[in-house]
């Protein structure tokens, strides 16, 4: 993929923090109205990406465009291109909403005709009845959606929105997502979070970090697939379940059979994984029909996006620790010697003591 189709494109990006690497030469690009799921767990380097994406921050190597706009080259331009929402809103609680939004058209001198634009923002996040009420005083909800409607003003063409729904009630997230929804048929958005159903409800594709490198970009569906769980099934079968296993694992076109607890009396349960490429529901149910044996349960066993995060994210950890360098043989000589030399030191006291 090239820049020219993608809203954003992020090549071998470093950041360090003294001798800790917050990222580790990671590259992702995002597609022009597209809503991806920006996804880690905490510390993993979601927030140090999106402060670089956003210019609030400089990487110590790499580069990032945003709609074929260099962030170091024309970081103005690409400033007027984004809108932020952090994890923590920069609101005025003094100030009413209207005068707020206001304040944001100003600080962003923003062109298009300020009444009217402004009025249109506050509709599309639903705070409309809200214009003369003071932030202090809204709910966490409204706090939110007028912390949306800020990074709206000067109509951006990438939205990124840091853990836009942290803290709210499930009533309050639903329709935060709904807003985030409904702003994405128009517009770019990078969703960076660590909560996954807002990932399975709102976004079009998933990019997973873990320990400062990138670990997956894919669809949800893409995800399952190379996380293995694409090919699974849970089979149900009323019978002997030893003549329910072999005739599984005479069956064309499966990889591996797994029998499974089951709880019912003489109903047989298993684990079913297929060779790639096979479909084996077909010839499955007619096998077992052949031989007298009813089906009472076949359904996918597709991986959870919670079961692929978890599984990406901790064999990131193991490879994580296996790429920590060992001290060299200098080193283990200096420390050998100095151990050696503490000892002595150790075994000279205690005879002096005697």
């Not at 071998?12 to 597209?34: C, M, P, Q, R």
Request: proline share 3%; aromatic share 4%.
């Amino acid at each position: 993929m090239t820049d020219a189709i993608n809203a954003v494109e992020i090549k071998n990006l470093t950041k360090l923090y003294g001798a800790n690497k917050a990222l580790n030469d990671i590259s992702f690009s995002v597609k022009k109205g597209e809503i991806m799921g920006f996804l880690g767990p905490n510390g993993a380097g979601k927030s140090t990406t999106m402060n670089i994406v956003t210019g609030c921050i400089s990487a110590n190597s790499g580069s990032v465009s945003v709609c074929g706009c260099d962030v170091l080259e024309n970081p103005k331009i690409v400033k007027g291109k984004i809108g932020y929402l952090p994890e923590n809103p920069p609101l005025y609680f003094d100030m009413t909403v209207g005068e707020y939004l206001d304040f944001v058209y100003e600080l962003k001198k923003v062109k298009n005709n300020k009444k009217q634009h402004i009025a249109e923002v506050m509709e599309l996040v639903k705070i409309s009845d809200m214009k003369n009420r003071m932030i202090k005083n809204l709910s966490k909800g409204y706090k939110q959606r007028v912390g949306l409607a800020q990074a709206l003003i000067g109509n951006p063409e990438v939205l990124i929105l840091d853990e836009p729904t942290v803290g709210l009630d499930p009533k309050q997230i639903i329709e935060i997502r709904n807003v985030i929804k409904e702003i994405g048929k128009q517009r770019t958005i990078i969703l960076s979070t660590h909560i996954l159903q807002e990932v399975e409800a709102v976004c079009d594709s998933v990019t997973i970090i873990a320990h400062g490198k990138i670990v997956a970009q894919n669809t949800i569906e893409g995800l399952e697939e190379e996380a293995g769980g694409k090919d699974k099934y849970i089979l149900r079968v009323i019978g002997n379940k030893e003549k329910a296993r072999v005739l599984l694992r005479n069956m064309e076109g499966i990889k591996d059979v797994r029998v499974m607890e089951s709880r019912e009396e003489n109903v047989a349960s298993f684990s079913v994984e297929q060779l790639s490429g096979y479909d084996i529901r077909e010839t499955l149910t007619k096998a077992f029909s052949d031989a007298d044996m009813a089906i009472a349960e076949l359904r996918s066993a597709s991986l959870s996006l919670e079961e692929i995060f978890i599984k990406l994210t901790n064999t990131a950890a193991v490879e994580e620790e296996t790429e920590e360098v060992p001290a060299n043989d200098e080193t283990m000589v200096e420390t050998a010697a100095e151990e050696a030399w503490a000892e002595e030191e150790e075994v000279e006291e205690n005879e002096s003591n005697i």
